[in-house]
């Protein structure tokens, strides 16, 4: 159990590392971006704070934040730096993998 908790906490600072990377870049671009940012960060801390007591709600919040990050983010991110889209999402979907 606690080698499960380990792989999710990995997985998701790097995700959140990967998506907090760019904060200043999307914040230049508009403030839609960094809501968006924000929105995924927050889904990401309810994912953890409720592994424990409830997983299916902890999956449901990683595939929200992926969706906001697939639908609001990738493409601007993918442009201003491919090779941190790469690494995003690979991380995702270690995310995913994890609460499963």
Do not use: C
């Amino acid at each position: 159990m606690k080698k499960f908790h380990n792989r999710f906490l990995i997985a998701m600072l790097a995700a959140m590392f990967a998506v907090s990377h760019f904060w200043g870049a999307v914040l230049a671009l508009s403030g839609s971006p960094a809501q968006s940012a924000e929105a995924i960060r927050a889904s990401l801390v309810k994912a953890q704070l409720s592994l424990t007591s409830d997983s299916n709600a902890s999956a449901f919040l990683v595939q929200d934040a992926e969706a906001v990050y697939q639908t609001e983010l990738s493409d601007r991110i993918a442009a201003i730096h491919p090779d941190a889209h790469q690494r995003i999402l690979p991380a995702f979907a270690s995310l995913s993998e994890s609460v499963a």
